[in-house]
């Protein structure tokens, strides 16, 4: 089962933004391709992980499907697979998928390292294949061997410490401003966008998006509880917010000091100026109760951040080779696992078959003990066997040692007359 396993993905190393939006799924989507994978091959342990960076298909099969599974993913898109083919790198050994996964997994591979929204969206995938049926014991395994590792990360690293985006650094800033802020986001472009998408984490928080084209800023909103604003009506919800983010693209700023100075009253608010040029005037701060955090401010605590999760990922990559070490030993072990079963049965038969021909002369009292005396006899002798079958393992030595048990309790003919 393990070297069966393989994937193909998409990620922002090898294809543009443009590409990568053109073949993201949402989770309905996502659904309906793992059906269709189920339904059109013989294909079994199905994970299927879509986000902004990357789209990734995992599976076990003896054969490598990868270009068919391509195919498909491409035409449920309703894309030409000639055209987008070159994009998708291919995983066809079960160790170099393996480790990919891990890696993707604890954000070694984000294009923020150490990103903390990916550990959540691998596990909406599994769960999805889990649901699905699409999960069985090598995937389960290997998931929450994941998760496990993901759990070190944070607990043994500085892997996950502080906020190493700027859009993410910028949302992090709000904890730390007010309580349970109005949050105006001006401007959706792709570090809007990515702001919107860090604030859908925030639950139950009050979040107005504006953007010159609505439609946009309605698509976004579905990210979360977003309310949506024309435009045209920015001043008024500049008075009704606590905190803005704007990130509109503008050879002049377009937060002035006389659009605030026209709020009225003594009011406080809070600006985060994500664009270059900039788009909040610096002179704002003139006016009492206005604080402003440009760009540079918010990069600054980002770079820290990155340079603390940049000094940890030898101790991450150390932790994912020991999870690969014990995940590949407890799969090898699986190799073994039949005929360990087999010989337990077999001997099982034959214990039964003793304790029947002599209980009929004991009490009832003397055939449990000798029942409980000959098990734990079963459970000693059969102990060095299976020892040595899981060493043989890690040594690549099983499939000698499978022949020989087989060859001197003759294990295939007794599961046969088990009936096991």
Same mark, same amino acid.
């Given at each position: 089962m393990y070297n069966q396993f393989k994937s193909v993905s998409i990620s922002y190393r090898t294809a543009p933004l443009d590409i990568r939006e053109r073949i993201a799924l949402n989770e309905e989507e996502a659904k309906a391709l793992m059906l269709r994978i189920k339904d059109f091959f013989d294909i079994s342990d199905v994970l299927v992980v879509s986000t902004c960076n990357r789209t990734e298909i995992y599976y076990t099969s003896p054969k490598d499907i990868n270009e068919e599974l391509l195919s498909l993913l491409l035409i449920e898109k309703g894309l030409t697979p000639e055209l987008y083919a070159s994009y998708f790198d291919h995983y066809i050994t079960a160790d170099s998928s393996v480790r990919h996964l891990f890696e993707v997994a604890t954000g070694l591979h984000s294009q923020v390292v150490g990103d903390m929204q990916i550990p959540n969206q691998i596990k909406h995938a599994y769960q999805w294949s889990a649901d699905l049926s699409l999960a069985g014991p090598f995937l389960h395994r290997l998931m929450h061997t994941i998760f496990f590792a993901n759990k070190r990360v944070a607990q043994e690293t500085s892997f996950r410490d502080g906020a190493a985006s700027v859009s993410y650094a910028a949302v992090e800033l709000l904890d730390t401003l007010t309580v349970d802020p109005k949050i105006l986001v001006v401007g959706v472009g792709e570090i809007g966008t990515d702001v919107c998408r860090n604030l859908a984490q925030k639950?139950? @928080?009050?979040?107005?998006?504006?953007? !010159?084209?609505? &439609?946009? =800023?309605?698509?976004?909103?579905?990210?979360g509880n977003f309310r949506v604003a024309n435009f045209e009506e920015i001043e008024a919800e500049l008075s009704r917010a606590d905190v803005i983010i704007s990130s509109i693209?503008?050879?002049?700023?377009?937060?002035?000091?006389?659009?605030?100075?026209?709020?009225?009253?003594?009011?406080?608010?809070?600006?985060?100026?994500?664009?270059?040029?900039?788009?909040?005037?610096?002179?704002?701060?003139?006016?009492?109760g206005m604080v402003l955090y440009n760009?540079?401010?918010?990069?600054?605590? @980002?770079?820290?951040?990155?340079?603390? !999760?940049?000094? &940890?990922? =030898?101790s991450v990559r150390n932790i994912i080779d020991e999870s690969v070490v014990e995940f590949n030993d407890w799969s090898k072990e699986m190799i073994?696992?039949?005929?360990?079963?087999?010989?337990?049965?077999?001997?099982?038969?034959?214990?039964?078959?003793?304790?029947?021909?002599?209980?009929?002369?004991?009490?009832?009292?003397?055939?449990?003990?000798?029942?409980?005396?000959?098990?734990?006899m079963m459970q000693k002798i059969i102990k060095l066997p299976i020892l040595q079958l899981k060493a043989a393992c890690k040594r690549g030595e099983a499939e000698t040692l499978i022949d020989v048990l087989n060859d001197l309790f003759n294990l295939e003919k007794k599961e046969e007359e088990t009936g096991h």
């Open positions: 639950i139950n @928080a009050d979040i107005t998006v504006v953007n !010159r084209t609505r &439609s946009k =800023a309605e698509n976004i909103a579905l990210l693209v503008l050879d002049q700023p377009f937060f002035t000091k006389t659009m605030v100075e026209n709020l009225g009253g003594l009011t406080y608010k809070y600006f985060i100026d994500l664009s270059v040029p900039r788009s909040v005037d610096p002179v704002i701060e003139q006016v009492a760009i540079d401010t918010i990069r600054e605590r @980002a770079n820290e951040a990155l340079g603390r !999760r940049m000094e &940890s990922v =030898a073994v696992s039949p005929t360990i079963h087999k010989l337990k049965n077999a001997l099982e038969q034959i214990r039964l078959e003793e304790m029947a021909r002599f209980t009929k002369i004991l009490t009832e009292e003397e055939s449990a003990k000798v029942d409980k005396i000959t098990s734990s």
